[in-house]
């Protein structure tokens, strides 16, 4: 059991917009902020978004994230094949003194 | 680049050391961390190491058997897992962490442990 919550699984059509959410509680998202990590099969793992929504450069623009209490979300725009992945979320925890991560979400372009 | 190495076949209750070389950045100016994905799982934080080594963090299940470590002069990040765990089989990640430590900015392509009898 993750100590942030993502659904498992989420999908979209190419050009749609898709969502992910990750909730946590007041000792880790609702602390400090929270990181995004794409997996690609057979690739090392990417971060995505920092800061709650800052895009490291070669980051598409369309990747974008937010941050409201305990929870956030990480938004993508104009879907892409390319973005078949699996995402997590990331955030300290204050009261752990541990990185937390969410479960991971698979995200299914159809 | 972060290029991880020393994984392999161990059997329960046996030891690893993982090692990570960096290049390409003053790798004494940065936290670094070890993440780990078991087969089929999401991604577990490990282990996580201050500039100089002063400040070290762990998940508790591995505290009291791995022991993260670094050597500034020779840019390398080190993992001594003692007492291993079937548990403990997956992919381990050295990350290179920015910001004073506040996310995983660079990561390497992981290392395979593998835990069996």
């Known amino acids: 059991q993750s100590v942030l919550t993502q659904p498992p699984s989420a999908s979209g059509t190419p050009g749609q917009r898709v969502t992910i959410s990750c909730s946590g509680t007041s000792s880790n998202i609702g602390s400090n902020s929270v990181n995004w990590y794409q997996l690609l099969p057979g690739t090392a793992p990417r971060l995505l978004l920092y800061r709650n929504n800052q895009c490291p450069s070669g980051v598409p623009d369309r990747f974008s994230g937010s941050k409201s209490g305990t929870s956030a979300s990480l938004a993508i725009s104009g879907l892409q094949s390319e973005d078949e992945a699996d995402y997590y979320c990331a955030a300290w925890d204050d009261s752990l003194k541990a990185w937390v991560f969410g479960g991971g979400t698979k995200l299914t372009v159809l | 680049q972060l290029v991880e190495s020393g994984g392999g076949l161990v059997q329960p209750g046996g030891s690893l050391r993982l090692s990570c070389a960096a290049s390409?950045?003053?790798?004494?100016?940065?936290?670094m961390t070890w993440v780990r994905q078991a087969p089929g799982k999401g991604l577990e934080w490990v282990a996580t190491?201050?500039?100089?080594?002063?400040?070290?963090y762990y998940v508790d299940s591995v505290k009291g058997r791995f022991t993260v470590s670094r050597d500034n002069a020779k840019d390398s990040l080190f993992l001594q897992m003692n007492s291993l765990r079937v548990e403990d089989t997956a992919v381990y990640f050295c990350?290179?962490?920015?910001?004073?430590?506040?996310?995983?900015?660079?990561w390497g392509q992981g290392t395979l442990v593998t835990v069996s009898s």
């Open positions: 990350t290179r962490d920015d910001d004073n430590g506040w996310y995983h900015a660079y």
């Open positions: 390409g950045f003053t790798f004494s100016s940065h936290w």
């Open positions: 190491m201050n500039e100089d080594g002063s400040k070290k």
